[in-house]
């Protein structure tokens, strides 16, 4: 089976990751990263169908008016920003 050089610092970082993420080994750990890589960056498995349809439903609701424009959020996160400055003086 192939294999990849880890410095020892890394390997141990990682080796750490894996048993805090519940895996049996540090190669299961390392591959299972690989593969979700790999993976991701396929356009085939991005575009989900599924994704497909919540792009469709944003745009529907988008449409209809039933999504936060910019600035709503913007103020929203103003609001948040400012109560926890305040909380943070008491």
Known sequence: MPQIQLSEELFQSVKQRAAESGFESVDEFVSGLVQDAIEFDL???????????????????????????????????????????DQQKN
């Open 43 to 85: 356009p085939e498995n991005f575009f989900t169908r599924e994704r497909l349809a919540l792009i469709d439903e944003s745009v529907v609701k988008a449409d209809q008016g039933l999504c936060f424009t910019r600035e709503q959020s913007d103020a929203i996160l103003a609001r948040k920003r400012q109560a926890w400055l």
